[in-house]
């Protein structure tokens, strides 16, 4: 297949282009860009819907999100996600000093912008194929995916009135959450899962974002409010005097929502059933045969 492109002197060119999969169905658009280092993507967009089925585990399984590690199970496992900004985090910076110190227009501020698209180009790249690889290996081991409703607009929030009364290694510390946030993307990651369980047979849940799922225990229900301060990593209920693991704890209680959820819409179902059962005989009941 190739793309054509018109140049500057609106010659017509053939490019060759690397196919990263075998084009199947019929093609329904063609999309081409060139991006700020000089490469031409092309995409495709065809009418063929890609399936996959995964063989069935019959596993539920809850998750709770942390920042290290990315993901804890309701099983006490832990999912651990690469830092790739942090690896480059000092080179960008560096890069944006040298920016802020070059003239509008000039040829050199051009020169690093390209550079320092091609260093998150990279990160993009980088995050994508962990992200791919761990929904895809969730996908594979679990038949319900349960996760905790992130409210990602807050948990990124720069709140300036409530570091105002922080200490400066407090202030730190919430400056190192906030990266690490935009590099992990959990919310991105959730999508990715959602998209290859449609496309593998596999379920993904997503609860209530208010529903305090760290706080409660989920022995007794008992709601802990210390909790909110997230230095607090164990405890011990009051009431029924369980032992709990904050992330493992929260992933229990995310599926033990799920379970709750699941058996209320069966037996809103079941209900309805019965209703349709109902109808159906006191129609047969009332009708009349006329000969």
């Known amino acids: 297949v190739s793309a054509f492109l018109l140049n500057r002197s609106s010659d017509l060119l053939v490019n060759r282009f690397f196919a990263s999969r075998k084009i199947e169905g019929k093609v329904k658009t063609c999309t081409i860009r060139r991006d700020r280092e000089g490469n031409i993507w092309t995409h495709i967009v065809t009418d063929h819907t890609p399936h996959e089925e995964f063989p069935k585990t019959g596993i539920e399984m809850g998750f709770d999100f942390g920042s290290d590690p990315f993901f804890t199970d309701s099983d006490g496992n832990k999912w651990y996600a690469p830092a790739i900004l942090g690896k480059h985090f000092a080179e960008l910076r560096k890069l944006d000093k040298r920016i802020g110190r070059c003239k509008d227009g000039s040829k050199?501020?051009?020169?690093?912008?390209?550079?320092?698209?091609?260093?998150?180009?990279?990160?993009?790249?980088?995050?994508?194929?962990?992200?791919?690889?761990?929904?895809?290996?969730?996908?594979?081991?679990?038949?319900?995916?349960?996760?905790?409703?992130?409210?990602?607009?807050?948990?990124?929030?720069?709140?300036?009135?409530?570091?105002?009364?922080?200490?400066?290694?407090?202030?730190?510390?919430?400056?190192?959450?906030?990266?690490?946030?935009?590099?992990?993307?959990?919310?991105?990651?959730?999508?990715?899962?959602?998209?290859?369980?449609?496309?593998?047979?596999?379920?993904?849940?997503?609860?209530?974002?208010?529903?305090?799922?760290?706080?409660?225990?989920?022995?007794?229900?008992?709601?802990?409010?210390?909790?909110?301060?997230?230095?607090?990593?164990?405890?011990?209920?009051?009431?029924?005097?369980?032992?709990?693991?904050?992330?493992?704890?929260?992933?229990?209680?995310?599926?033990?929502?799920?379970?709750?959820?699941?058996?209320?819409?069966?037996?809103?179902?079941?209900?309805?059933?019965?209703?349709?059962l109902k109808g159906d005989e006191s129609c047969a009941g009332g009708a009349s045969s006329v000969d």
Not at 177 to 192: N, V
Not at 210 to 219: G, I, M, R
Not at 241 to 253: F, L
Request: hydrophobic residues 35%.
């Open 108 to 276: 050199n501020k051009e020169r690093l912008y390209a550079e320092k698209q091609t260093i998150e180009r990279r990160i993009r790249d980088a995050r994508d194929n962990w992200q791919l690889k761990m929904a895809r290996e969730m996908c594979r081991r679990f038949d319900v995916m349960c996760f905790e409703g992130l409210n990602l607009a807050e948990m990124g929030e720069h709140n300036k009135e409530k570091e105002k009364d922080m200490a400066p290694l407090e202030k730190g510390n919430m400056k190192k959450w906030r990266r690490k946030l935009r590099d992990y993307a959990p919310g991105a990651f959730i999508e990715k899962v959602k998209w290859i369980a449609k496309k593998t047979g596999k379920t993904v849940w997503i609860g209530d974002k208010w529903d305090a799922t760290t706080q409660k225990c989920h022995e007794c229900g008992y709601r802990n409010k210390t909790l909110k301060n997230p230095k607090i990593k164990k405890w011990v209920c009051p009431v029924c005097g369980a032992v709990h693991h904050r992330d493992i704890n929260a992933a229990k209680n995310v599926l033990a929502a799920y379970r709750a959820w699941k058996a209320e819409q069966e037996k809103k179902t079941s209900k309805k059933v019965k209703n349709d």
